[in-house]
């Protein structure tokens, strides 16, 4: 499934390209959810922040 992202280059919300799920430590020391990929126009990175991890 394609996240939809936007990309600070291009200035648009695009799908991200080769994306994959990371985990980063969020406030309080949770542990948060992110999709990281590439903008298919300009080749930028993205990120995603999602939900908290359960």
Do not use: N
């Not at 980063?24 to 999602?50: D, N, S, W, Y």
């Amino acid at each position: 499934m394609a996240e939809i992202a936007y990309c600070v280059k291009c200035r648009e919300k695009r799908e991200m390209s080769d994306e994959k799920e990371v985990s980063f430590a969020g406030k309080g020391g949770q542990e948060r959810r992110a999709m990281q990929g590439a903008c298919p126009v300009c080749g930028t990175k993205m990120f995603k922040i999602l939900g908290k991890k359960e």
